[in-house]
């Protein structure tokens, strides 16, 4: 898939250089790819730059913009840095995407990175070290673990066991309905 993808790109490129050097000719193509990609190299310099400043705000105690949502920053951050993929590759139509995304254009797709970002986390779910967690709601009734390795038990027989990455170790059992007096 990844090979089909790469021919796509280099098709496509080649493409659109033919078609513009013969619309426009040679040099004015030449010119513009030039251009394409100084003008990339330049906007990514200056986000750089910005980063750098963001930064060193940060570590100078004050922050750079305080109304900046967590869930903005890693989105624009992803699209920021397929942007910076982008401008580093050749050609005049990642060239232009890679500026877009550079540039506050990406605010145009921050809604779309959300939806397939929440798409995969639905669909996958989180994992932890290669493994799938799940989350069990419920309650402690008592402080025994039933089905514990006995290597890994507390000092206290009553003490649940609790590995040094914080995994309570047992089995789940049902809990009888509570009663309410």
Known sequence: MYLLLFLAYVVAEIAVLAWLGSTLGALV????????????YAVLASRGRRALRD?????GGTAPNLDVTPERMLTD???IGVGAALVLM?????????????????????????MFAARQVARHGTT???????VVDGQVVEHTVLGADPRLTAPAPSDPVIRSDGVLEGEIVDTPPRRHP
Do not use: C, E, M, Y
């Not at 193509?29 to 990339?40: N, P, Q």
């Not at 930064?55 to 570590?59: A, K, V």
């Not at 932890?128 to 799940?134: D, E, I």
């Open 29 to 40: 193509t030449v010119l513009l790819f030039l251009g394409v990609s100084v003008l990339g």
């Open 55 to 59: 930064l060193t705000s940060l570590r």
């Open 77 to 79: 951050g992803a699209l």
């Open 90 to 114: 050749p050609g005049l139509i990642t060239g232009v995407l890679g500026i877009v995304l550079l540039l506050p254009t990406r605010a145009v797709l921050r809604p779309l990175v959300r």
């Open 128 to 134: 932890v070290r290669g493994a799938r967690t799940v």
